[in-house]
């Protein structure tokens, strides 16, 4: 078996260098977002807290009518650099991805939906699975000769999110820990968890912190299948998050879905940040016992916690008031 | 009749030495909150929006066990330069204060209570009316020997709430136009518009900008009353805050609760910044016909308005999720 330092040999789809250069052809167009804290958050997780609102960057990505860009609060930074990567030619001609709105499924986020109207964007409809979405996208560039970009499998997209963790910690130097959500697959029933691509992973060398990922029991578990050599062969080279999940991430903590939604609940109500589900997974790993109790973690005193994301559908809260 | 000038001849409960000296008094303990924009909503708006979010500061205040308690995210910044206005001694005794915690109607903010219990503080209930909770306040302090804060009517509340439009000046030295939330005394039937004590009123002189305030209509109409001599009379010695907003306040807009509640969606879905409803005021009353059409305000082109508190309960959601 091979071992870490071998690993890290081979070639990234994102690196320091080019998380470097994304930070410089996006700054102009992006939110600084802010880095939030909490004394009552603090006391609680009994660690000190410091919440990278990724959720207030700036919302879908548009482009050039009438193509089509999806993006998630989460993509924005990814979507920004791989856009400013093309030539203009390519530019001009449009782009296109695709995303995972669930809209066939209870408490869809409709807002999502609004959001990329609202941006002029375009929403093309197609089956709720990963290949209907990319052959609806395939069809889509062959009529328009738009340039297709992954919504999570690129490495300027996976640069551009890496951006989110170099910020968070020119902000906050004293971070220790770092904790991400990820998993681009989800397959929970209730397909609330739409983290959607990147996960923000800050490739640094030397690691100066520990870089944990959480994601929810729900999904298909990434955790799982970093344990599984064979899953390793079948997909590392089809997923360019992969070895880089496998080669930095320290750890991936898993999480019940009841206590992600009691992390939503302290997001909102202590926090007052309305992140979605997926968005306060890192909170709910922080506050689980797994972490808690794990001797490897009793220094990650400083934690920077990756809130993303907004796309939740609040119509029951806004009917509650109506009635 | 009076002159505006001849007005501003007398003292003021707080002026701006006095918030300056707030502002020293108090920066070591609170958050400086960010000011977040949203190119979606300046494009529904059709002006630059800039949101204070004093929805992230420091929630409840917490002293010296078992007394005090002030809550309420809108009042940090008030409470704090009140307790350390305090001598050590006056701090020794604890502080009184009282909260419209309006536990008897529907939809009431639970977590209100559950964030000052979190502190350690201690509730003592009263019956939902004013008079009622002056005169548990003067129960406790004969009692105690504590020290009473009137939750918005002192001067030290109101300079340290004014701290937050001066910090606002500094971050976007750009605005033209302020916007507060307003209104002590609510009589909505819902009782959700708890905008409480403090109506976080920068009193410059010169004023260099527009000032205005927002308040619903279902609450006591400080818009109709500022308008009403005989109420001047009755009250202006009584409420500190009054001659402040009849003299520095350039326009009170009321709204409608649906504009408020709508206002408050786009907060949550846009901003992704949970606010309670009388934190939305201000959005509302900027995207409101009123204000639109309003040629007195057209050239108001850099709006800063301030978000505050999150006291809404959202149980309703939580429970939609869990179901």
């Known amino acids: 078996m091979e071992t870490k330092s071998q690993m890290r040999d081979e070639k990234y789809a994102a690196d320091i260098s080019s998380i470097r250069e994304a930070q410089v052809r996006i700054s102009p167009f992006i939110h600084k977002t ?73 408490n869809a986020p409709k807002c999502k939906v609004e959001n990329v109207i609202r941006y002029n964007g375009q929403v093309i409809w197609s089956e709720p699975t990963m290949r209907s979405r990319e052959d609806m996208a395939t069809k889509v560039l062959q009529e328009t000769g738009a340039v297709f970009v992954h919504p999570y499998n690129d490495g300027r997209i996976i640069s551009g999110q890496g951006t989110i963790s170099l910020e968070l910690l020119e902000q906050a130097p004293q971070i220790d820990t770092i904790i991400v959500p990820i998993s681009g697959l989800v397959n929970n029933l209730r397909r609330r968890f739409d983290i959607g691509g990147g996960i923000g ?14 994601e929810p029991k729900g999904a298909m578990n990434q955790a799982a299948h970093l344990k599984e050599p064979k899953y390793h062969m079948k997909y590392h080279k089809r997923v360019n998050t992969r070895p880089i999940v496998r080669d930095f991430v320290d750890d991936i903590i898993t999480v019940e879905d009841k206590d992600i939604i009691e992390a939503m609940r302290l997001c909102y109500e202590i926090l007052k940040v309305a992140v979605e589900p997926s968005g306060a997974i890192g909170l709910a790993a922080v506050l689980s016992d797994d972490f808690r109790n794990n001797l490897a973690w009793k220094d990650c005193n400083n934690i920077g916690i990756i809130l993303s994301g907004g796309n939740v559908d609040l119509g029951v809260l806004w009917d509650s008031f109506l009635k």
Chains 1, 2 share one sequence.
């Not at 930074?77 to 093309?86: K, M, P």
């Not at 992973?201 to 912190?209: A, D, K």
């Open 201 to 214: 992973c800050q490739v640094h060398q030397p690691l100066q912190f520990e870089f944990l990922a959480a």
């Open 34 to 106: 802010p880095v939030l804290s909490s004394e009552t958050l603090n006391s609680i997780a009994g660690r000190k807290l410091h919440f990278k609102c990724e959720c207030f960057q700036k919302g879908p990505f548009f482009v050039s009518s009438p193509l089509l860009l999806i993006s998630g609060a989460f993509k924005f930074r990814g979507a920004c650099n791989a856009i400013f990567s093309l030539n203009d030619d390519q530019a001009a001609k449009g782009v296109v991805t695709h995303s995972s709105i669930h809209c066939n499924t209870k």
